[in-house]
């Protein structure tokens, strides 16, 4: 079994980058084609990786509360445990705006794809001055009809590990004004954060009711970290039980 969940992986592992690869290569002279081509060309993107992740990988996914997506453009603020969770963000949400950090958007390619598609790049070694840019750029974003989504946390965590909630998230959600979805899963166990070997089974993302707008600072934190940790600690509690 040990043998057989290697080489799934190994295999797995090889075709996507290959297939990461090559859609970036293909991606290159549509950086001057319109935006929207690059949007369908992420979806496909992401449709092949989840191909591959089940056909492949062994594991499946499934997305529960799509009815709590506002058909207008909100704050999403996910738990972050694994890679799978930016990936889905583009079959998740239509057009998504994803806030990341710096760094990757320094990445060849990669970087010049998320810049050509609005994402917002995150300095956070610059403290307020990064937040005042991150909460313009987000203005934009939303004017522009677009969803941003966010890790609250800023990296991914392991499941079971205490969250850590980082303040940009209340600096969006104060000055947007607009509702925040949470959305919790349980990526980690399918996809850990820094594992090789992938283990088969049924990736859950669950969209909670989302947060109304103009609840005080501290409020807002608490709801949202008791919403998404408690969803996301139900969701692997659920997984084990079903191994």
Known sequence: MLILRILRSLTFNSLMWLWTVFTALLCIPFLIAPRITLVYAMEIWAGGIMFLL??????????????????????????HQSMWDTIILHLLIKDPVIILKKELAGIPVYGWIAMRLGMIAVDRDSGASALKKMVQQGKQRLAGGQHIAIFPEGT?????????YKPGIAALYKQLDVNCVPVALNSGLYWGRRSFTKHTGTIVIDVLPPIPPGLKRKAFMERLENDIETATANLVAEAKANR
């Open 54 to 79: 089940r056909y492949v990988g062994g594991i499946k996914y499934e997305i529960r509360g799509r009815e709590n997506l506002p058909d207008k453009p909100a704050l999403i603020a996910l738990k």
């Open 156 to 164: 991914r965590a392991e499941p079971g590990e205490a969250p850590d």
